[in-house]
């Protein structure tokens, strides 16, 4: 059992707090994604669970037990970093059966998983090769291979695709979420990328600022998001934003920006008082051409068309700014022609101009 408990997690440096009071539970076997931009502090969490970081405050337990003050070693944990830091003198075989034979496992069974993790990651026919003989992604998979034959109770990846191409990370991503399934340990996964996160998270845990943004399945943290700053992490292309002006209509609330008018049943928002600007959120994906007459529509000028395959992309003009969406339509459009897009009222976020949070009830 491998589930984990952070309790009133605080980390400084000297007289800096980059983390406070920051409280997580993960269960067993649950694959998270630790997910944020560069300084929110998911990589300083993940090295404090593997005891590579000291914790200033706090409690860290992994399967009931108090690891907080104890070794790496100690833990039953694996990580996979960035760089590979494969050793280039040893073989591949050598590489992976190097942490057992550390522990004085006998040459029998280290052969036997060798031979099991190995076939996992598709490694059998370069066992005898040299580091230097690898692509990236075969490294990387050797270094995957040398953490899971420890067999840990907690695997711990610290962005481990970062210096991958994107079809090998495609490839990687597919390989690490099937050998979760297969293996059923409890994993942390780390990385800046959101799309990387949405693939192959159970749960992400969003990050800012040394806090927990929002924490849910990638289908909450994408169709509800928490604040504006979730909202415009999570997608691509991001959302767009556009500040409004409320109007109560009995069972529906307009929302006015210029030519902009768009509607909202008022049971799905908080109530709002006439007058209230709000930050209105509306996914370009969530966005289509749309006829005359089409409710919730927006009138604008095209200004680029992105040809993105099956999609494209388009940028349209709306009152001098810009807006995104996606659209299967795109061959029908170019550069400088009129277009009529719409949105469902399902799909309109509202978000307070104050606090950020979005003013949608909970479900």
Do not use: W
């Not at 996979?80 to 494969?86: G, I, K, P, R």
């Not at 003989?133 to 907690?154: E, F």
């Not at 007058?275 to 966005?287: A, H």
């Not at 170019?334 to 009222?345: H, K, L, N, Q, Y």
């Amino acid at each position: 059992m491998a589930n984990i408990k952070c309790t009133n997690i605080r980390k400084s440096y000297g007289s800096v707090t980059v983390i406070e009071d920051l409280n997580l539970d993960i269960p067993d076997h649950e694959f998270v994604v630790f997910l944020g931009p560069s300084g929110c502090g998911k990589s300083t969490m993940l090295r404090m669970i593997a005891g590579l970081e000291e914790i200033s405050g706090g409690t860290v337990e992994i399967g009931e037990r108090d690891v907080t003050r104890l070794p790496p070693g100690a833990r039953g944990v694996a990580m996979v970093f960035q760089s590979y830091a494969l050793y280039p003198h040893m073989s591949v075989y050598d590489n992976i059966a190097f942490g057992l034979r550390r522990q004085k496992v006998a040459e029998t069974e280290i052969a036997a998983r060798v031979k099991q993790v190995s076939g996992l990651l598709g490694l059998e026919q370069l066992l005898e090769r040299k580091p230097r003989n690898l692509s990236g992604g075969q490294q990387q998979r050797v270094a995957m291979a040398r953490a899971m034959i420890k067999t840990p109770k907690l695997f711990l990846f610290d962005e481990p695709l970062s210096n991958l191409d994107a079809k090998l990370r495609e490839k990687l991503r597919t390989e690490i979420r099937r050998i979760h399934l297969d293996l059923k340990t409890t994993t942390i996964f780390v990385t800046h990328d959101q799309l990387e996160a949405m693939t192959i998270a159970d749960r992400i845990v969003l990050m800012k600022a040394g806090a927990i943004e929002q924490q849910g399945t990638p289908s909450e943290i994408f169709d509800r998001p928490a604040t504006r700053f979730v909202a415009d992490f999570i997608g691509s292309p991001a959302m767009n934003f556009r500040d409004c002006t409320v109007a109560n209509r009995g069972e529906v609330v307009e929302l006015s920006s210029g030519s902009l008018h768009l509607e909202v049943p008022a049971a799905d928002f908080e109530p709002l008082a006439d007058g209230t600007i709000v930050e209105v959120g509306l996914r370009p994906s969530k966005m289509d051409v749309a006829g005359d007459g089409a409710h919730n529509a927006i009138t604008g000028r095209v200004v680029l068309v992105e040809n993105m395959g099956s999609e494209g992309q388009v940028v349209v003009d709306v009152d001098g700014r810009d807006m995104s969406l996606v659209t299967k339509a795109f061959r029908s459009l170019s550069s400088g022609s009129p277009v009529t897009f719409a949105i469902d009222a399902d799909s309109i976020h509202l978000f307070s101009k104050r606090t950020g949070r979005s003013l949608r009830k909970a479900a």
